[in-house]
């Protein structure tokens, strides 16, 4: 099993908006989902790891926010 290396969120916003795009995807369609994320300058690489590669998103133990 790989193990992933991912830094702690730090801008809550960002990963509310991630969040989302992966709702939107699970209702509508991974391109409006790119089209949401894009629009709210989610970076290309963030995009495709989250909505191709689902294995590689974060755990909810994984998402910590920086106050």
Same mark, same amino acid.
């Given at each position: 099993m790989e193990l992933l290396h991912h830094t702690p969120r730090a801008d809550v916003a960002r990963s509310e908006i991630v969040d989302r795009g992966i709702e939107v995807q699970a209702s509508f369609s991974t391109l409006c989902a790119v089209e949401y994320m894009k629009?709210?300058?989610i970076p290309p690489a963030?995009? =495709?790891?989250?909505?191709? =590669?689902p294995a590689k998103r974060r755990s909810a133990a994984q998402v910590m926010h920086k106050n």
């Open positions: 629009s709210h300058n963030i995009i =495709q790891r989250v909505l191709l =590669q």
